[in-house]
């Protein structure tokens, strides 16, 4: 497994990836600071919510971190301005938001923060956590336009403003999928709300951190709370798996996919949980190539099988790991790795998606086709290359990339 050269690829790509327009121009939004694109080429070309989270993990310890402050001040000041943080800078996305990875970033941009010795470090986490805070209950929690997201017992949906399900599956990040049977709005999704879970238990973090324990207390609380509800509705003991919920209906979805274990990620399903999910599911999502978006194939459905994205793979692997299956995730970190590594050997770049059932055939275009680049690619490969280095497991191919993975 050759990963030397594609790291290589990578520290010399993030540079073309790099923007910085702080005045609006036509439909993109100014933002003050730089930020990283998921794209060089003539789509994406703006800052988008949950990329950038991603893409932040591959910059961490690199000449370019400093861009995970930049990029989280500038979601700050989006959030100032317009009361949310859009799916991404244009005036055109400001009916939607993404799956909200902003505390995640948060801490990345501290923990930057303090590396660098700055004395402000504390302030500054107390300042964007209290931004986040509004984020939460405001749009996240909202319970009428234009954030009518909060539907079902103190659950969450995916939402635009336009209650249109199509745009409320773009703020999913995945569109288009198999899941929810095209009924979002309809649907309490088990990514969201375990995210927000963690947004939750981030506050409570933060706050005892800095000296609110009342303050803690109450987040921890309302965590406690969220998880009991996604336990009750969200978990099928007869299949052992977490699924998303039909809040009309009454009912959990019965479709597969990846979104059954973000749970895990989120520290919220119980061990007994953990060993049914990896023992009867993790098999069937594993693949040659890593692992499937999900069971259910469908003609110009991308987030689906059998294409495989990088931030489900880190998100599933971390889940894995935060349990103690530690060799699964790192055997599905060779895997993607290796299939990344070969497509960038027969192709010279990286790509925003992945066939990982067949990993010599193409993926799934979907509707807008198959994107060269790619930030949140490049990213998870990188951190996938420095976590089996550090467990002794990466490859020697490693070589005369170790000074991009030094940290």
Known sequence: MDLATALTYITD??????????RDQGTLIGLPKPYLVPSDGAMFQEMYYWD???MALGVVGTAHEGLIVDMADNMAHLLRRFGLI????????????????FTPLIWLAYDALRRRGAEDADQYLRRMMRLAEREHDVVWMGIEQPHHRQVFAGLSRYFDINYLDMLASCESGWDHSTRCDDRWLEHLPVDLNSILYVRELDFGRAAELLGSPRRAAEWRRRAAKRAEV??????????????????????????????????????????????????????????????VTSEE????????????WAPL?????????????????????????????????????????????????????????SVAGFGWSNAVFVDFARRLERTGDGSNALGSASGSLAR
Request: glycine share 8%.
């Open 13 to 22: 790509y993030w540079p073309r990836l790099i923007r910085y327009h702080p």
């Open 52 to 54: 950038s989270y991603f």
């Open 86 to 101: 859009p799916n991404a800078n244009r005036y055109y996305f400001l009916s939607r938001s993404q799956p909200p990875f």
């Open 230 to 291: 996604m336990q009750d509705l969200m978990w099928d003991e007869d299949r052992g798996f977490f699924f998303d919920y039909d809040w009309v209906n009454r009912k959990r979805n019965p479709h597969l996919s990846l979104a059954g274990f973000y749970p895990l990620w989120a520290g919220m399903a119980t061990p007994e949980q953990a060993v049914r999910i990896v023992r009867d599911w993790l098999p069937r999502f594993e693949h040659p190539g890593g692992l």
């Open 297 to 308: 194939e469908r003609a110009g459905r991308q987030w689906a099988h059998p294409n495989g």
């Open 313 to 369: 793979q880190w998100l599933v692997t971390a889940g894995l790991e935060q349990y103690g299956y530690s060799a699964e995730a790192d055997r599905i970190r060779r895997a993607w790795l290796t299939n990344c590594a070969g497509i960038f050997a027969a192709t010279g770049t990286m790509w925003e998606k992945y066939n990982v059932v067949d990993t010599v055939a193409h993926a799934e275009a979907g509707l807008y086709g």
